[in-house]
């Protein structure tokens, strides 16, 4: 990466003599394949060149691009605008089995690409935006598709309820039998796509029926982190009340318990201190990194990333992740693990160490320990165009066949 790679293409309208013309002559052709072009990288096998595109249909000052996989700082993201035109651009070089969210930023405005290749309805997560997000997905990226509404399938029903303060939304299979195996959602909201991943494993028979509680969070900086109450509440409260209302199992090898990111981190904490309620858990992205100080620290610079940074020790040592250190210290439970992680995931600032290294120090623990699991990591960033569909993956490794 960087302003040496230029793409064949954009060389080409560089060079016009009439970069009107060739500006026209480049949109027309992009008007099936949409944006971004992707070409060749000659004599270099498994990379392409991606060229991120803007056409300004106003004056602007500056175009940068903002994607999941790089860690580029803002300079190296800023497109260049091709003189005597509205076309800006920016190359760089992918390994070609990257997928990755991407988007422009304008004048302090997040923008999706209005010609995006590919457009998808992100709404796995809480904060989900309800636009289509536009994705990069690079000639030999994983086909995904859990997460697609299918023609033909039977749809599940979603319905809102209400526990104390908190609202739950329950799903339930088309044919929901007389015993269900549960599945809870961290981050619950009633357009989640747990739901249509629900739909699509069961319509080809590859889990069992299984019905899904959606939880809303309160505060999920405090619940989600390792919170000894809010895991108990799932367990003891939670469960046994939906248990009440529905045909939902009491097996805990057929009870499992998702989340990302954060929810990921409350999934395998939940699961560690209760198994004889959560059998499986499936952990997309979660935050293996996670210690009080550091998401104080990381919430201090998301709110104002202009602040000075803390004042630090220098030479202070980096303490282990508090999930890893319980895992470390307890003697093994019955559940099984799916574990997955970006392989990009270098940050968030300023953990040490970051999501992929924890990750991993977590992966070596569970084996150490002789846990079943399951660890992946995918071609991409902490980026939800891979958890909503992954989701299904994890759930027949964990109950397939009845698993």
């Known amino acids: 990466m960087g302003d040496e790679v230029l793409s064949p293409t954009i060389r080409a309208l560089l060079a016009s003599g009439d970069p009107a013309a060739g500006e026209a002559k480049l949109w027309a052709e992009l008007r099936t394949d949409g944006t971004p072009l992707i070409e060749p990288c000659p004599g270099e096998p498994g990379t392409c060149l991606v060229t991120f595109l803007w056409s300004a249909d106003r004056p602007v000052e500056q175009v940068k691009v903002i994607e999941t996989v790089s860690a580029l700082a803002p300079p190296q993201r800023s497109l260049a605008l091709v003189p005597g035109t509205a076309t800006w651009y920016l190359t760089w070089k992918f390994a070609t089995d990257v997928r990755t969210t991407y988007s422009f930023e304008i004048g302090g405005e997040r923008i999706p690409d209005p010609r995006a290749r590919i457009r998808e309805q992100h709404d796995f997560t809480a904060g989900s935006v309800t636009s289509l997000e536009s994705v990069l997905a690079c000639p030999d990226a994983e086909p995904l598709s859990w997460a697609d509404p299918r023609p033909g399938v039977p749809r599940g029903t979603v319905t809102e309820e209400s526990h104390g303060d ?7 299979p088309p044919d929901p039998g007389t ?21 699509n494993l069961h319509a080809e028979g590859l889990i069992p029926p299984t019905a899904a509680l959606f939880v809303q969070q309160t505060d999920r900086n405090v619940e989600l982190s ?6 108990r509440y799932l367990a003891e409260d939670l469960l046994p009340w939906a248990r009440r209302r529905h045909p939902l ?13 954060l929810g990921g981190l409350c999934a395998a904490y939940t699961g560690l201190k209760h198994p004889g309620t959560f059998g499986g858990v499936l952990m997309l992205s979660g935050s293996a990194w996670w210690d009080p100080d550091t998401l104080r620290a ?12 803390a004042v630090t020790v220098v030479g202070a040592r980096s303490r282990t992740p508090v999930l890893i250190d319980e895992f470390q210290r307890a003697d093994p439970v019955p559940i099984r693990i799916y ?11 300023p953990a040490t160490p970051g999501q992929i290294h924890a990750s991993r120090h977590l992966r070596d623990v569970l084996m150490l320990k002789g846990y079943g699991f399951r660890y ?3 071609a991409g960033g902490h980026d939800e ?7 299904g993956d994890g759930l027949i490794w964990l109950r397939g066949e009845h698993a």
Do not use: K
């Not at 599945?183 to 249509?196: I, N, Q």
């Not at 610079?301 to 940074?309: E, F, K």
């Not at 165009?385 to 989701?391: A, G, I, N, P, V």
């Open 249 to 261: 199992t009491d097996d805990p090898a057929a009870t499992l318990i998702t989340g990302c990111s």
């Open 179 to 199: 015993s269900l195996d549960v599945l809870v959602v961290l981050d619950g909201h009633p357009r989640h796509s747990a739901a249509t991943v629900l739909d």
């Open 298 to 309: 990381y919430l201090r610079m998301y709110a104002d990333p202009t602040a000075a940074p």
């Open 385 to 391: 165009t891979w958890w909503r569909s992954h989701l």
């Open 376 to 378: 992946r990591e995918f």
């Open 339 to 349: 574990q997955e992680v970006g392989a990009f995931e270098s940050g968030p600032p």
């Open 226 to 231: 390792c919170d000894p109450e809010f895991s």
């Open 166 to 172: 908190r609202r739950i939304w329950t799903y339930l």
